[in-house]
C-alpha cells in the first residue's frame, strides 16, 4: 500500500483542483459531481411499516462518474473523502463509502472549514471515521421530508391543482407570507401630526436650524389637526429660548462577520443577489479561483455556518492587517469576540476570507463581476468587525415656548473607525434622515420665531417581506438551518405560491393562500412556527447522538399519518378552487378586467369571458417610480422577438396601450426603474438591468444631474422587437442591414472555418485508431 497513491474524493471538479494543488503527487483527487445516490424520485422509496429503511439508488445519469470511482479505489491506498463539511457532507460522504465499497481500514473522512494549503495539508495528516451521527440526522431530515411532500402533494393534486408541492419548511415560509399580507389588509392607519419650527439666534451672531416638535416633559404624540392647531396658538403667543444644550460622544460599533443567513440577506440589499445565486458564487469562492501568480485559491471559509467564532489566527492576521493599512487608532486595544446566539450549531467558523491579505481591488481582474463584489462584501466586513468603533459628535437642542420642547439633533463623524471599510445595509425603504448642522447655542439664549408648519400624517402598514427579511424571520423562529434558506426560497417562488412585487417585495398569489389555508386547517403541525422550530431542535439532537432517529420519524409519522387520513376523508369529493388575481388591465376586446392565470409557461394575463374572449397578453408587474414623460404608473412587460423567438423584458408606461391618442404616452424602456427621484430634478431615477448591484441614474436630459447613455455603464441590448405596433427603445435600434457582399464574405468565412474544424476531428479520430 506503501507504493500505492491515496485517491481524495470531493463534489466538484473546482474543488479538486485546489485541493490536488496543494497534495502534490502522492494523491489522486476526483470529483463526484455531488450526490452520487438517493431516494428515487419516482416513488416514495421509504419502507414505513418496516422501520423507516430507505431505498437508496445510484442517481441516473452518474453511471461512468461512479464507475470511475469504484476503479480508483479499488487501485489506491487509503480513500480520503473530503466532501463539505456539514451534515449534508457528511451523508455524501457516506453514500460513497457504501456505494463504492471501500473497506473501512481503508477510509478516511477529511473535511476543510477553508481550501488553503495550511489547512488541507493539516486535515490530510489527521482524518476521522464518518460520523454516522451526522449521517443519521440527515437521514432523518431526508426521508422526514420526503414522507410529507410525497404523502401530502398527492392531497394537493387532487383538491386543488397538478404540479403543487408542500414540505416542512416551505409551508411554514409560505406561511409568514400570507400572514404578513393578511396583516397589511388589516391593518387600519392611524393619524398624527407633526410639528416643525423654523428658529433663529437673536444675538448678533447669525444661525438658523429647524426643530421638530417633541412635547412637554415626555414626549407628547399629536393625533388631530385640532391638537396640533392648540399647540400653534399657544406657541404663537410665546417667546422663545434654549432650554437645554447636550453634547456627547457617540460610539457605534461594527457588525459581526457573516454567518449564512447574514451573507444571503446583506448580498440581496446591497448587490441585489438572490439567496440562490449568493450561495452559488459563494461555493465558487470557497472551491477556489485562478489567481495570476498563485494558482487555484480558496478564497473564503466554508459559507454555511451559523457561526461568529473566529479562528484566533485569523483574528491576529485582520489586526495586523489593520494597523498597517490603516493604522493604529483603527485597530481596538483587544481583539473583538462575538457570542453565536443560542440555538446554533456552531460547527464552523464565521464566514470570512482566507487570507486578510488578499485585498479585493488587488485580484479584481482574477474574477468575475459577481464573484468580486461577494467577496469584497466578505471581506470588508470581516475586517470591520476587528476594527475600532466610530465615534460621532452628538449635538442636541431643545428649544421651549409656552411649555412646549422643539428639539433639533444633528451628529458629525469625528472618528471614521470601521465604517472607513464598511457600513451594514438597512431593510427600510427610506435612508436615514440627515439633519443640517447647528448653531453654537447656550441654554437660555433667546431665539426667535420664523415660521410653524404643521404636517398630516399617517401610520403605515408593516412591509411586505423582502428575500432578506424572510430569511431573517425563518432565522429568528429557529425554522430551517443555514443550508435550507436559498432552496426554501426558491421553491415558493418556483411554485408560484409567493411571486415578487417589483423588484424585491414578497407577496402571496392566490394559491399560496389558498394552499396555507388548507394546511393550517388540516395540517396544523406542519405549518406550525413552534413545532417546525422544535423539529429542527430534534435534529439536532440527532446529530449530537442524544436522540435515535428512527424514533423521530416514527412519533413524527404517528401523529401525521393520522392528519392524512383524516383530511381526506373530510375533503372526500370536495373541490378547492383557486380564485382568480384580477388585475388593474382591461382586455381590450370586451372591456372586462383581465385576470392572472398559470400556464406551463409560468403566469399571464387573460380575460374571464373565456370562450366568448380569448384575449391573453404578458403579465404585467407594476414597477416603482413614475413615467417621466407624463407621470403614469411605469409596468414591467415581456416580449418576443420575431427574429429569434426569444424572450425579452422592458418597461413602459401605463398608457402605452392606450386607445385615446390624447392620452397616449410613447415611454419604453430596457432600463430598470428604480424607488430612488433624483435628487436634483425630482424624477424617477432607473438602473442597467442584469445581475447584481447597478448604479441609479437620471435620464432627464433637462437635469444637472443627467447621465448620458455611454456613462450608464452595462450591456446594450442587442434584442429589439417589441410586438407589433410598440415603440421601440432608443437603445434598441437596429443597426444597418449588411450589404450582399458583406453576408457573402461572411458566409464564406464561416464556411472555411467549418471545414477545418473537421479536417482537425478527423485527423484526431485516425491517430487515436492507429495508436488502439
Known amino acids: 500500500m506503501a507504493n500505492q497513491t491515496d485517491l481524495v474524493i470531493v463534489e466538484s471538479p473546482s474543488k479538486a483542483k485546489t485541493i490536488g494543488k496543494y497534495l502534490g503527487p502522492g494523491y489522486e483527487v476526483k470529483a463526484s459531481m455531488g450526490h452520487v445516490r438517493d431516494l428515487p424520485k419516482s416513488k416514495l422509496s421509504v419502507d414505513i411499516e418496516g422501520g423507516f429503511v430507505p431505498d437508496y439508488q445510484p442517481i441516473k445519469g452518474k453511471e461512468d462518474v461512479i464507475r470511475d470511482l469504484k476503479k480508483a479505489a479499488k487501485h489506491s491506498g487509503r480513500v480520503y473523502l473530503a466532501t463539505d463539511p456539514d451534515r449534508e457532507g457528511e451523508a455524501i460522504s457516506w453514500h460513497l ?332 425603504d427610506e435612508e436615514e434622515k440627515r439633519s443640517s448642522p447647528l448653531p453654537d447655542l447656550k441654554e437660555g439664549e433667546p431665539l426667535a420665531g420664523k415660521k410653524l408648519t404643521p404636517d398630516q400624517h399617517f401610520t403605515q402598514p408593516p412591509a411586505r417581506y423582502s428575500e432578506a427579511t424572510l430569511i431573517r424571520a425563518l432565522e429568528e423562529q429557529g425554522i430551517g438551518r443555514p443550508s435550507t434558506y436559498a432552496p426554501t426560497i426558491s421553491t415558493i417562488l418556483n411554485r408560484e405560491y409567493v411571486v415578487k412585487e417589483g423588484s424585491r417585495a414578497l407577496r402571496p398569489t392566490p394559491l399560496g393562500e389558498v394552499v396555507t389555508g388548507l394546511m393550517k386547517d388540516k395540517f396544523h403541525d406542519i405549518v406550525d412556527y413552534d413545532f417546525t422550530a422544535q423539529m429542527e431542535e430534534r435534529l439536532d439532537k440527532v446529530e449530537e447522538g442524544s436522540a435515535d432517529w428512527k424514533a423521530l420519524l416514527a412519533e413524527f409519522y404517528r401523529d401525521f399519518d393520522a392528519e392524512l387520513k383524516k383530511a381526506e376523508q373530510d375533503l372526500d369529493g370536495e373541490r378547492i378552487k383557486v380564485p382568480d388575481e384580477v388585475s388593474e388591465e382591461l382586455c381590450p376586446q370586451c372591456g372586462r378586467n383581465l385576470v392572472i392565470k398559470s400556464g406551463r409557461f409560468g403566469r399571464f394575463l387573460a380575460c374571464p369571458g373565456w370562450p366568448e374572449c380569448d384575449f391573453t397578453m404578458p403579465l404585467v408587474v407594476e414597477m416603482p417610480g413614475k413615467c417621466p414623460l407624463c407621470g403614469g404608473r411605469l409596468f414591467k412587460r415581456t416580449g418576443k422577438s420575431k427574429k429569434t423567438g426569444k424572450q425579452y423584458t422592458y418597461y413602459c408606461c401605463e398608457r402605452r396601450s392606450s386607445k385615446d391618442e390624447n392620452q397616449r404616452c410613447e415611454f419604453v424602456t430596457f432600463d430598470v426603474p428604480v424607488k430612488d427621484n433624483c435628487p436634483v430634478c425630482g424624477q424617477t431615477m432607473f438602473k442597467k438591468a442584469g445581475r447584481g448591484a447597478k448604479k441609479p441614474f437620471c435620464i432627464n436630459e433637462k437635469c444637472a444631474n443627467f447621465t448620458p447613455e455611454e456613462k450608464r455603464g452595462g450591456w446594450k441590448k442587442k434584442e429589439t422587437a417589441p410586438a407589433e405596433g410598440e415603440p421601440v427603445p432608443a437603445e434598441a435600434e437596429e443597426k444597418p442591414k449588411k450589404s450582399a457582399a458583406a453576408k457573402k464574405a461572411a458566409t464564406k468565412k464561416s464556411t472555411t472555418k467549418k471545414a477545418a474544424a473537421e479536417k482537425k476531428t478527423a485527423t484526431k479520430k485516425a491517430a487515436a485508431k492507429k495508436e488502439a
Not at 276 to 283: L, N, P
Not at 338 to 347: E, I, L, M, N
Not at 398 to 414: E, P, Q
Request: hydrophobic letters at 35%; glycine letters at 6%; aromatic letters at 8%.
Open 97 to 428: 463509502k457504501e456505494l463504492l465499497s471501500i473497506p473501512d481500514d481503508k477510509t478516511y473522512r477529511v473535511t476543510f472549514n477553508e481550501i488553503t494549503k495550511n489547512v488541507v495539508q493539516k486535515s490530510i495528516a489527521a482524518p476521522r471515521a464518518i460520523d454516522q451521527n451526522l449521517v443519521d440526522a440527515q437521514q432523518a431530515r431526508r426521508i422526514l421530508d420526503r414522507i410529507v411532500g410525497y404523502q401530502l402533494s398527492p392531497l394537493l393534486w387532487k383538491k386543488i391543482r397538478r404540479g403543487l408541492s408542500a414540505g416542512r419548511v416551505q409551508s411554514v415560509a409560505t406561511r409568514l407570507v400570507v400572514e404578513r399580507e393578511n396583516e397589511i389588509k388589516a391593518f387600519q392607519p392611524q393619524e398624527y401630526w407633526s410639528i416643525e419650527a423654523d428658529l433663529e439666534r437673536v444675538s448678533p451672531h447669525s444661525g438658523s436650524f429647524k426643530a421638530q416638535f417633541h412635547g412637554r416633559d415626555k414626549k407628547l404624540e399629536l393625533h388631530s389637526q385640532a391638537e396640533a392647531e392648540e399647540v400653534i396658538a399657544a406657541v404663537s403667543k410665546g417667546s422663545w429660548s434654549v432650554a437645554r444644550v447636550k453634547r456627547q460622544e457617540k460610539n457605534r460599533q461594527p457588525a459581526p462577520p457573516f454567518t449564512t443567513s447574514t451573507l444571503q440577506q446583506e448580498a440581496s440589499r446591497k448587490l441585489n443577489m438572490s439567496p440562490a445565486r449568493t450561495m452559488a458564487v459563494a461555493q465558487q469562492l470557497y472551491e477556489g479561483v485562478d489567481i495570476a501568480g498563485q494558482g487555484t485559491v480558496g478564497l473564503i471559509t466554508y459559507m454555511r455556518t451559523d457561526s461568529l467564532r473566529l479562528s484566533d489566527e485569523a483574528v491576529a492576521a485582520a489586526r495586523g492587517f489593520i494597523a498597517q493599512r490603516y493604522g493604529a487608532p483603527y485597530c481596538p486595544a483587544q481583539p473583538r469576540k462575538y457570542k453565536t446566539r443560542g440555538g446554533a450549531q456552531d460547527a464552523h467558523e464565521a464566514i470570512r476570507p482566507s487570507d486578510v491579505t488578499l485585498a479585493p481591488d488587488d485580484i479584481k481582474k482574477d474574477l468575475t463581476a459577481e464573484q468580486f463584489k461577494l467577496y469584497r462584501l466578505i471581506w470588508s466586513r470581516f475586517l470591520a468587525c476587528q476594527m475600532s468603533n466610530a465615534v460621532y459628535d452628538s449635538l442636541s437642542i431643545d428649544a421651549a415656548n409656552s411649555g412646549y420642547i422643539f428639539r433639533a439633533s444633528h451628529s458629525s463623524l469625528k472618528f471614521s473607525g470601521f465604517t472607513a471599510v464598511y457600513e451594514e445595509g438597512r431593510d427600510d
